[in-house]
């Protein structure tokens, strides 16, 4: 459909076109009738001048009344009286045939006018010695002319013929007509004309509105079928350019829709991949104002939806996470700043990222977007690797020298105890102190030799709630030393799991020894169960003693870190190197005052 600002402007310019030169037509046509007209009234009344004239008796009696001797032998008054006596019923006469003008016969000699119609002060009709009176008697032809008459002041139209005797001019005759009454003619003509140039005009609009309204409706149907509403069958018969054109306009359309739907799919296909990808994606506007973001950016917000995060500052995020709004990446980006893999921290994770600049093609900056990637896992990954080169240094220090070390605190031992038999009891504190803190280091050996293990150990189908009723006699005695309640709950029907029973005996009394060695007073319970929904058989030991705060926490894995004053700092690393060895994790829950809970899980397969 034609655009209405299009067809109102069209219509006018159209308009524009046909009214104007029917305008001019008009107003030419208009000048010429009056022109016409004017010419018609003219030649009319130099007619009835002419003809008043010629008809005029030029023998008899009438022929005296022109002679010098009539004019001279008789008086004035009488010589008017007379001509006008036998000349009135001629100028009647002709007034009657032309009721519209005004007539009348003047004798020169007499200097008067001798008949006239009508009848009134016939100086106020004619000017006697004007222009046209002598142009007559120079040319001694009939003139026409415009002069104003002093009896209203309208002007009129006159034409004064000679009248001749004995071949000289002895008078003339006039014929006038008011000017309005010949305009008042040319005035029909003008209302003809108008309504004429009505006529033609609403008949080229009409013309045009026809042409128009086909215009229209074809180039509905050939927008329509451009658009695919209707099938291409369109006619050109009558605005045949538009046929290639409408070929053209179909095949851009088909190589168009491909193209579409290419783009969609490859749309598509990046959308899905930037929704899958674990890193978060975000893109702000110049006013920091959120646009988009995939569904990992919200995973690290869950406080946050997309409702509550696409258009809306960014500073309600950074304000949420206490971060410094001008130094985040996204931020220095919209500054025109590029960041490139640079490392961050917050909401309790390690970050690299990204952020560049989004530019309009004047380069002026319309936006942001940034890519960050959590590498939180990555970075706890090289610790573990620096822990485990640490080990394995501690592990290939211990196997080198626990060889030559064991064997002279053998010998030491020994001979102590040979010294000792032979003093009969003298220095015994001494001696038994000596040999205790043998017995420590060799312990110390051993624990090094258990923790840098990195050979296969043998494992066999095993029942974990039998492996920790056979330990459950030395930890339970060991709590009843130190006055601590013991609480056993195993879960009879466990499935069997690929264990080394003397690694996870170590295991349990390593944590009940540390449980019981956190308690003055309370208890330590072990706990064996079977969870269905992950297919792993938990482990659990935990005391009601002093707890751990959340730095002691994140530590209490590695190696040689220790709370207690006589710890090696090693029982701990022992405990996650054998879980590790079966496949298990362990997790620790802690708070200071309330005790811990130490958790190990075996997967079932």
Known sequence: MISKSIAHKAYLIITFVITLPLCIA?????DQQKKIVLMENEREIARISVTLAQKLPQNGKPLVYWRDSFIRDRSFSKNISDINAYYQSFVDEMASMHPYYRIGIYHRNLDSIIAMHPYTQPEKFISLDGPAVREMYNTGQTVVSVEDSEYDGTPVLVAISPIYHLGTVAGFTWVSKRIDNVLSESSNFFIKGIIISLLVWVVLMLVVWVVFRKLDNLLIRFANQITGKELPTAEFEDFPQLEPLFDTVLSLREQLKKETEHYQEESQTLKKLIELTPL????????????????????????????????HPYKLLTDSTNREFESTVIIRALRGEEIHDEYDFFLNRCWISSAFPLKANEGEITGAIAVCHDVTEHEKLRKDMIRLD????VGQMAASVAHEVRNPMTVIRGYIQSIARKTGGAYSSQ?????EELDR????????????????????????????????PLVESEALARHISCHIQLDEELPVLLLNSEEIKQLILNLSMNALD???????????????????????????GCGMDLSDIEKVFEPFYTTKKNGSGLGLSICKSIVERHGGCISVQSEKGKGTVFVIRFPVN
Do not use: M, W
């Open 390 to 393: 640490r080990l394995n240094i």
């Open 431 to 435: 001696f038994d102190t000596i040999i």
């Open 518 to 544: 956190a308690l003055d007073e309370g208890g330590l319970t072990i706990s064996c169960t079977y969870n269905n929904q992950t297919s792993e058989v938990e482990l659990e030991v935990s005391d009601t």
């Open 441 to 472: 280091a060799n312990r110390i050996i051993s624990d090094f030799l258990s923790l840098a293990r990195d050979k296969y150990v043998e494992k066999k189908k095993e029942s974990l709630s039998k492996i920790v009723k056979d330990i459950i």
């Open 26 to 30: 008009f107003y030419h046509f208009s």
């Open 280 to 311: 978060a994606i975000f893109v702000v506007d110049r006013k920091g104002i959120v646009k988009n973001c995939n569904q990992a950016f919200l995973s690290y917000h869950p406080t946050f939806n997309r409702e509550t995060v696409v258009n």
